[in-house]
């Protein structure tokens, strides 16, 4: 027998370099590198000089730790943004920042203290405020690399700092603004307050947890009253804050409330107390609960309504103690009193409830400010002085001091260390919070902004005129409230997604005022002059323009008691006028950045063109608690100084939680580290991960799921590849027009230009779990299991010049200008690689989306004749399981007369198809021989090992003398 030749050296194979093993780990930094040595960023900047502006403004991380996996989610988001943009042509920089005052570097300073036993209270001020700076510094440092790494393109050399002094004047700018417009005021009101931290703090600045409190009944003897049936009763209060007692000042009841005057009747439990004394108020629908928390039946014996109780007087139960303790305690109508739980009679202590304070201060009960900022009451107080601290269990046990005192005066009805709720606490120490009455700076919500005015009757927006209410087009109009004009922001800001707008929107139309104050040494301080005469502050603007002077040549550390003459000038005299020692709500700072960043010309590729009006910002991106923190704070102060918001939209993201949906603590060992990641699979496995996932819900992330992740990006990996290998050697005269290919390029580059319209939709969506599922789709289903996969026969063993496989070569380098670029946001390091495998130079990264040809082509078709082929290829199968057939080119297919007109062998990859009267596919094995070198059975093959006469003439050619 004749040894068949082997025809390998004649078919035309793809030819690359670029591996398919990626080696991502050792691969990028050297990118990431070069990058950095050409300036990529500047000439990004320097490329869209000129066009449209897309500014994302930053939020500001604080610089107290290593990149977490929120840290790498969020600045991926952000970079896929400014990169897609950045693609459609838009002129968008990027300016990283970090905020860096504040508690959170203040306490992890302070636990460096702790650790070497140094109190921060013996250290001078700005000794301690140069290591928080110090210690904010380095950890910006450290930040800064770890972001880099993920491959973020931004202006990392001179990124915006908070504690920057120019930043720092400039937020001290923004408060006076706020001070010039009346839009201060210092009152005492219940805030959160840490005693641990010894601050107040932001609803931002808290967390919820689940606890176990001390949960008392306390008994109230009624001295007076003008109802005969409550005289000589006592009334109950229930609470969970037995330290609150001590503060106790009134009581409140329900005006619509049924109250029952009831008595002890036999006991309940196993118990052996003996019934308390005397005849009970309480609601008549809380009998029963009250009586399971007291241990005997409770029997009620007359009813009366809650009006009736207007005018009765009670004494607390401590009342011996005189002073203090033996001023009456009178009953006052509260409409927040409700019958859910407790006893339906509410224990007023002003200092310590914002309903308390409210409802005293109306009737002209004042707070009394008994517990000091470490929790401790204040050493002149007539009971429990000096003793605390108020968080402590121990101390609002069933056994501690309170529940004892009260037990021994008689007035403790029951006590259990049982009630479980949620409670706040400080997200930086974990310790609980209180509600505390100190006095505060406060921005009222609710006070008109005489500096704001309507620009017109019909526009929801606000202009700052500097002054006065001036008249607009359609007459005077009353100036808005911070309140309004914030609600008019929102209702004019784009939400993505858009359940955003009505969370914010419920936060700000139900926020307290806005507490600025901080007692704490680092951060901007509140650089107000009082008169300590009038209790007025100092309005001039000639000491705020000292003042703003001062802090942008030295920063913080100008606002002293030293520099106060100097800050007041010869006009006033420092004895008549106290300086503020708080410093500024670290909320207030952020808030301000878009100030400082965006307006200041520190960084000139952000300026608006002269002239322009309205939000500087075209985005704000951050996690979904943000609504409450940097979206409300930056919302309010814009609103406050411009009338108007800082931003156009805003785009919030979810949690990462761990693969079994649990949120990630290191207590429980379920993080996921983005730093391990990328040492182990890369930077582009994370921005794959990041940009694959629904990130405007909670998402999930673990090895499984990364692994999974690290698969697609193979597939798509795969793509490039074979992009690169079967353009080998193309030339542009090889090149073909769309009107000269066959219908299946012409179909393909039909789906590219849908591709195309899905992929600009979601940009302008901002919906990048679309953009890349509908890009892998592409390439994994349309390329490579359809597509590549037909072609191949005519990519390997077609003549160079055929035009079928210079239509389809033709294809491929459209297919590989548009996907290098459609991926070159999503898999930064990777597009790099790959383009320049193809094109050595330029970055990819300076590249605009692609323009796709036009091409027709019946859809509807080409989807019938591809569900087709996936009956066909399911039909094969057995046979090539039982080794009937080695592959479908040896199978004959016989399809229903129905299927739409093509070339049905090439397109199914089969010897040959016949058209049949039957519904479904038949498949038999091909008695034709297969030709040596495209191994396609033909009639024309006379035996197997024998070429075609298309691979005939094509072997002649290519051996041909040259």
Same mark, same amino acid.
């Given at each position: 027998?004749?040894?068949?030749?082997?025809?390998?050296?004649?078919?035309?194979?793809?030819?690359?370099?670029?591996?398919?093993?990626?080696?991502?780990?050792?691969?990028?930094?050297?990118?990431?590198?070069?990058?950095?040595?050409?300036?990529?960023?500047?000439?990004?900047?320097?490329?869209?000089?000129?066009?449209?502006?897309?500014?994302?403004?930053?939020?500001?991380?604080?610089?107290?730790?290593?990149?977490?996996?929120?840290?790498?989610?969020?600045?991926? $988001?952000?970079?896929?943004?400014?990169?897609?943009?950045?693609?459609?042509?838009?002129?968008?920089?990027?300016?990283?920042?970090?905020?860096?005052?504040?508690?959170?570097?203040?306490?992890?300073?302070?636990?460096?203290?702790?650790?070497?036993?140094?109190?921060?209270?013996?250290?001078?001020?700005?000794?301690?405020?140069?290591?928080?700076?110090?210690?904010? %510094?380095?950890?910006?440092?450290?930040?800064?690399? %770890?972001?880099?790494?993920?491959?973020?393109?931004?202006?990392?050399?001179?990124?915006?700092?908070? =504690?920057?002094? %120019?930043?720092?004047?400039?937020?001290?700018?923004?408060?006076?603004?706020?001070?010039?417009?009346?839009?201060?005021?210092?009152?005492?009101?219940?805030?959160?307050?840490?005693?641990?931290?010894?601050?107040?703090?932001?609803?931002?600045?808290?967390?919820?947890?689940?606890?176990?409190?001390?949960?008392?009944?306390?008994?109230?003897?009624?001295?007076? !009253?003008? #109802?005969?049936?409550?005289?000589?009763?006592?009334?109950?209060?229930?609470?969970?804050?037995?330290?609150?007692?001590?503060?106790?000042?009134?009581?409140?009841?329900?005006?619509?409330?049924?109250?029952?005057?009831?008595?002890?009747?036999?006991?309940?439990?196993?118990?052996?107390?003996?019934?308390?004394?005397?005849?009970?108020?309480?609601?008549?629908?809380?009998?029963?609960?009250?009586?399971?928390?007291?241990?005997?039946?409770?029997?009620? =014996?007359?009813?009366?309504?809650?009006?009736?109780?207007?005018?009765?007087?009670?004494?607390?139960?401590?009342? *011996?103690?005189?002073?203090?303790?033996?001023?009456?305690?009178?009953?006052?109508?509260?409409?927040?009193?409700?019958?859910? &739980?407790?006893?339906?009679?509410?224990?007023?202590?002003?200092?310590?409830?914002?309903?308390?304070?409210?409802?005293?201060?109306?009737?002209?009960?004042?707070?009394?400010?008994?517990?000091?900022?470490?929790?401790?009451?204040?050493?002149?107080?007539?009971?429990?002085?000096?003793?605390? &601290?108020?968080?402590?269990?121990?101390?609002?046990?069933?056994?501690?001091?309170?529940?004892?005192?009260?037990?021994?005066?008689?007035?403790?009805?029951?006590?259990?260390?049982?009630?479980?709720?949620?409670?706040?606490?400080?997200?930086?120490?974990?310790?609980?919070?209180?509600?505390?009455?100190?006095?505060?700076?406060?921005?009222?919500?609710?006070?008109?902004?005489?500096?704001?005015?309507?620009?017109?009757?019909?526009?929801?927006?606000?202009?700052?005129?500097?002054?006065?209410?001036?008249?607009?087009?359609?007459?005077?109009?009353?100036?808005?409230?911070?309140?309004?004009?914030?609600?008019?922001?929102?209702?004019?800001?784009?939400?993505?997604?858009?359940?955003?707008?009505?969370?914010?929107?419920?936060?700000?139309?139900?926020?307290?005022?806005?507490?600025?104050?901080?007692?704490?040494?680092?951060?901007?301080?509140?650089?107000?002059?009082?008169?300590?005469?009038?209790?007025?502050?100092?309005?001039?603007?000639?000491?705020?323009?000292?003042?703003?002077?001062?802090?942008?040549?030295?920063?913080?550390?100008?606002?002293?008691?030293?520099?106060?003459?100097?800050?007041?000038?010869?006009?006033?005299?420092?004895?008549?006028?106290?300086?503020?020692?708080?410093? $500024?709500?670290?909320?207030?700072?952020?808030? !301000?950045?878009?100030?400082?960043?965006?307006?200041?010309?520190?960084?000139?590729?952000?300026?608006?063109?002269?002239?322009?009006?309205?939000?500087?910002?075209? $985005?704000?991106?951050?996690?979904?608690? %943000?609504?409450?923190?940097?979206?409300?704070?930056?919302?309010?102060?814009?609103?406050?100084?411009?009338?108007?918001?800082?931003?156009?939209?805003?785009?919030?993201?979810?949690?990462?939680?761990?693969?079994?949906?649990?949120?990630?603590?290191?207590?429980?060992?379920?993080?996921?580290?983005? $730093?391990?990641?990328?040492?182990?699979?890369?930077?582009?496995?994370?921005?794959?991960?990041?940009?694959?996932?629904?990130?405007?819900?909670?998402?999930?992330?673990?090895?499984?799921?990364?692994?999974?992740?690290?698969?697609?990006?193979?597939?798509?990996?795969?793509?490039?590849?074979?992009?690169?290998?079967?353009?080998?050697?193309?030339?542009?005269?090889?090149?073909?027009?769309?009107?000269?290919?066959?219908?299946?390029?012409?179909?393909?580059? *039909?789906?590219?230009?849908?591709?195309?319209?899905?992929?600009?939709?979601?940009?302008?969506?901002?919906?990048?779990?679309?953009?890349?599922?509908?890009?892998?789709?592409?390439?994994?289903?349309?390329?490579?299991?359809?597509?590549?996969?037909?072609?191949?026969?005519?990519?390997? #063993?077609?003549?160079?010049?055929?035009?079928?496989?210079?239509?389809?070569?033709?294809?491929?380098?459209?297919?590989?200008?548009?996907?290098?670029?459609? *991926?070159?946001?999503?898999?930064?390091?990777?597009?790099?690689?790959?383009?320049? !495998?193809?094109?050595?130079?330029?970055?990819?990264?300076?590249?605009?989306?692609?323009?796709?040809?036009?091409?027709?082509?019946?859809?509807?078709?080409?989807?019938?004749?591809? &569900?087709?082929?996936?009956?066909?290829?399911?039909?094969?199968?057995?046979?090539?399981?039982?080794?009937?057939?080695?592959?479908?080119?040896?199978?004959?297919?016989?399809?229903?007369?129905?299927?739409?007109?093509?070339?049905?062998?090439?397109?199914?990859?089969?010897?040959?198809?016949?058209?049949?009267?039957?519904?479904?596919?038949?498949?038999?094995? &091909?008695?034709?021989?297969? #030709?040596?070198?495209?191994?396609?059975?033909?009639?024309?093959?006379?035996?197997?090992?024998?070429?075609?006469?298309?691979?005939?003439?094509?072997?002649?050619?290519?051996?041909?003398?040259?």
């Amino acid at each position: 027998m004749t040894e068949k030749r082997d025809y390998r050296s004649t078919v035309f194979l793809p030819k690359t370099d670029f591996p398919m093993k990626a080696g991502l780990p050792q691969k990028e930094p050297g990118i990431l590198a070069r990058w950095q040595a050409e300036g990529i960023y500047r000439k990004t900047r320097d490329a869209r000089v000129g066009r449209e502006q897309f500014i994302l403004h930053d939020g500001p991380p604080y610089a107290n730790g290593d990149m977490h996996i929120g840290h790498a989610l969020n600045h991926i $988001l952000k970079d896929m943004v400014v990169r897609t943009q950045t693609l459609l042509g838009k002129d968008a920089p990027y300016v990283p920042g970090w905020d860096c005052h504040g508690l959170p570097i203040e306490w992890k300073v302070e636990e460096e203290y702790r650790k070497k036993k140094k109190n921060k209270d013996e250290v001078p001020a700005e000794e301690f405020r140069a290591e928080c700076r110090a210690y904010a %510094q380095n950890w910006v440092n450290v930040q800064r690399e %770890q972001l880099k790494r993920l491959g973020i393109n931004g202006d990392w050399d001179n990124p915006y700092l908070t =504690m920057d002094f %120019q930043a720092e004047a400039t937020i001290v700018g923004e408060l006076l603004k706020f001070a010039q417009n009346g839009m201060l005021y210092r009152g005492a009101k219940p805030v959160m307050w840490s005693p641990v931290e010894k601050t107040a703090l932001a609803e931002a600045e808290v967390e919820y947890e689940d606890i176990t409190s001390t949960q008392i009944d306390v008994a109230f003897e009624i001295v007076d !009253s003008r #109802c005969t049936a409550v005289r000589g009763a006592r009334a109950v209060i229930w609470t969970t804050t037995p330290w609150t007692i001590p503060v106790n000042q009134a009581l409140a009841y329900g005006p619509e409330v049924e109250y029952a005057v009831c008595r002890f009747g036999d006991r309940m439990g196993d118990h052996d107390r003996p019934a308390p004394e005397g005849s009970v108020l309480i609601a008549a629908g809380l009998v029963e609960q009250f009586a399971a928390r007291v241990g005997f039946r409770v029997i009620p =014996m007359q009813i009366i309504k809650g009006s009736d109780l207007a005018g009765t007087i009670a004494r607390h139960p401590m009342h *011996a103690l005189g002073g203090f303790f033996a001023e009456p305690r009178p009953f006052l109508p509260g409409d927040f009193v409700t019958t859910e &739980s407790g006893t339906g009679l509410v224990h007023m202590a002003p200092d310590h409830g914002e309903d308390d304070f409210d409802l005293c201060k109306a009737n002209g009960i004042g707070p009394k400010f008994a517990v000091e900022a470490d929790g401790k009451y204040r050493e002149d107080w007539p009971w429990l002085a000096g003793q605390g &601290s108020v968080i402590n269990p121990k101390f609002n046990a069933p056994d501690g001091p309170i529940c004892s005192d009260l037990r021994e005066a008689g007035g403790l009805l029951a006590a259990s260390a049982d009630y479980k709720h949620s409670y706040p606490h400080s997200w930086r120490s974990k310790a609980k919070v209180i509600y505390r009455c100190t006095p505060q700076w406060f921005v009222p919500m609710d006070k008109a902004m005489t500096h704001i005015s309507p620009k017109s009757a019909s526009e929801n927006s606000w202009e700052a005129e500097g002054g006065a209410i001036n008249p607009s087009e359609e007459g005077e109009f009353a100036s808005p409230t911070l309140r309004a004009a914030a609600l008019a922001a929102i209702a004019e800001t784009r939400f993505v997604p858009d359940k955003g707008r009505n969370r914010i929107g419920a936060m700000v139309e139900g926020r307290p005022d806005w507490v600025l104050s901080r007692q704490r040494a680092w951060g901007v301080p509140i650089t107000l002059f009082v008169d300590r005469k009038t209790g007025e502050y100092l309005v001039d603007e000639a000491v705020n323009e000292r003042i703003i002077n001062a802090v942008r040549a030295h920063g913080v550390d100008a606002w002293s008691d030293e520099a106060a003459q100097d800050l007041l000038g010869p006009d006033y005299d420092a004895e008549d006028y106290e300086r503020v020692a708080d410093i $500024l709500d670290v909320w207030f700072d952020s808030g !301000s950045t878009h100030a400082f960043v965006l307006e200041s010309g520190r960084w000139p590729d952000l300026l608006r063109p002269e002239g322009y009006t309205g939000p500087k910002a075209d $985005l704000y991106l951050e996690g979904s608690d %943000q609504h409450r923190g940097w979206f409300q704070s930056s919302l309010l102060e814009s609103c406050a100084t411009r009338g108007h918001a800082p931003y156009k939209a805003v785009l919030t993201h979810g949690f990462t939680m761990d693969a079994k949906g649990f949120k990630m603590s290191k207590s429980l060992g379920n993080t996921i580290s983005p $730093l391990k990641v990328m040492e182990t699979n890369g930077a582009d496995i994370i921005r794959l991960w990041a940009l694959s996932v629904d990130f405007t819900e909670d998402h999930r992330i673990g090895d499984e799921i990364l692994k999974g992740v690290a698969d697609q990006y193979r597939k798509l990996r795969n793509t490039l590849r074979y992009l690169l290998g079967a353009l080998d050697g193309f030339e542009e005269a090889e090149r073909i027009g769309v009107a000269e290919m066959p219908e299946l390029e012409r179909y393909v580059l *039909a789906l590219l230009g849908k591709l195309d319209a899905t992929l600009r939709e979601a940009v302008e969506a901002f919906d990048f779990n679309t953009y890349v599922r509908a890009l892998l789709d592409f390439c994994n289903e349309d390329l490579s299991a359809f597509f590549f996969d037909i072609r191949k026969d005519c990519l390997y #063993c077609d003549a160079h010049d055929d035009p079928k496989r210079r239509a389809y070569r033709t294809v491929l380098d459209t297919l590989f200008h548009a996907l290098i670029r459609y *991926a070159a946001p999503v898999i930064v390091f990777t597009a790099e690689e790959t383009w320049q !495998s193809r094109y050595p130079g330029e970055s990819v990264h300076l590249l605009e989306w692609p323009e796709v040809p036009a091409a027709e082509a019946d859809i509807d078709k080409w989807q019938e004749l591809r &569900s087709l082929r996936a009956a066909v290829t399911e039909a094969i199968e057995p046979l090539r399981r039982e080794k009937i057939v080695g592959s479908s080119l040896a199978a004959e297919v016989t399809v229903p007369d129905t299927a739409p007109e093509a070339d049905l062998a090439e397109l199914f990859i089969t010897a040959k198809v016949t058209r049949g009267q039957g519904e479904g596919v038949s498949v038999t094995p &091909s008695h034709d021989h297969k #030709c040596g070198r495209c191994w396609r059975h033909l009639p024309e093959v006379t035996e197997d090992g024998d070429l075609c006469a298309r691979c005939d003439d094509v072997v002649g050619e290519v051996e041909a003398p040259a």
